[in-house]
């Protein structure tokens, strides 16, 4: 069984980076044809894909954040941590992980999520 | 601006059957097999329904089925059932982008 669960602060100022970590377990990330997304939501909008990292440790950013956004794994932890730095207010959103589904471009599993208000 | 478009709600009675779109371009839908729908009720985590265009994951119900045309992907829910009411989303790989979501659509059942 696949479990994912997000943890990282609730409240960060402007400009601060955020860190975002994603404890998983029943999987691992060097399982061939496997990864782990990160995806994220604002209040009341759309899904938006942030970040993935596939099991040959390819790292894959969203365009526009690309400078802002890092994946770092932890595989003797079953963790993977998001930083995203120069936080904004249009950043504030439920952030999620996700596990992609093998050989697929799905995400077949997801955490509960975590909301992360930017405010000074 | 959601790389791939959705109408924003669809709606129908118990029984009957609603169709969501979501059109991209051969950047994305049109180029690939790789879209994927969503689920999502309120205050909960998205719940994958459709993956690789048509195929169900195990556990989804047959009423939900998925096909392509074009740039243009649809999601069918067949014989409308309250608890289908939700936020669909639909998602594609894009040579481009990479990974693309859709704005969303709202269903509802009346």
């Known amino acids: 069984q696949i479990t994912l669960k997000e943890s990282g602060p609730t409240l960060v100022k402007p400009t601060q980076t955020l860190t975002l970590t994603c404890t998983f377990s029943?999987?691992?990330?060097?399982?061939?044809?496997?990864?782990l997304g990160w995806i994220r939501q604002p209040p009341g909008k759309a899904l938006e894909w942030l970040a993935v990292?596939?099991?040959?440790?390819?790292?894959r950013y969203r365009p526009s954040l690309k400078s802002r956004l890092t994946i770092i794994t932890d595989t003797s932890k079953n963790q993977v941590v998001l930083t995203m730095t120069d936080m904004d207010p249009v950043d504030t959103g439920t952030y999620y992980c996700?596990?992609?589904?093998?050989?697929?471009?799905?995400?077949?599993?997801w955490g509960q999520g975590t909301l992360v208000t930017v405010s000074s | 601006q959601s790389a791939l478009t959705q109408p924003a709600s669809v709606s129908g009675s118990p029984g009957q059957s609603i169709t969501i779109s979501c059109t991209g371009s051969?950047?994305?839908?049109?180029?690939?097999?790789?879209v994927s729908w969503y689920q999502q009720h309120p205050g909960k985590a998205p719940k994958l329904l459709m993956s690789?265009?048509?195929n169900r994951p195990a556990g989804v119900s047959n009423r939900f089925s998925g096909s392509k045309s074009g740039n243009t992907a649809s999601l069918t829910i067949s014989g409308l059932q309250a608890e289908d009411e939700a936020d669909y989303y639909c998602?594609?790989?894009?040579?481009?982008?990479?990974?693309?979501f859709g704005g969303g659509t709202k269903a509802t059942v009346l």
């Open positions: 996700a596990h992609k589904g093998l050989w697929l471009y799905n995400f077949d599993q």
């Open positions: 029943g999987f691992s990330l060097n399982d061939a044809g496997g990864g």
């Open positions: 990292i596939y099991f040959n440790d390819d790292r």
């Open positions: 051969s950047s994305d839908v049109g180029g690939y097999n790789y």
């Open positions: 690789d265009v048509s």
């Open positions: 998602s594609s790989y894009s040579n481009t982008a990479h990974w693309v």
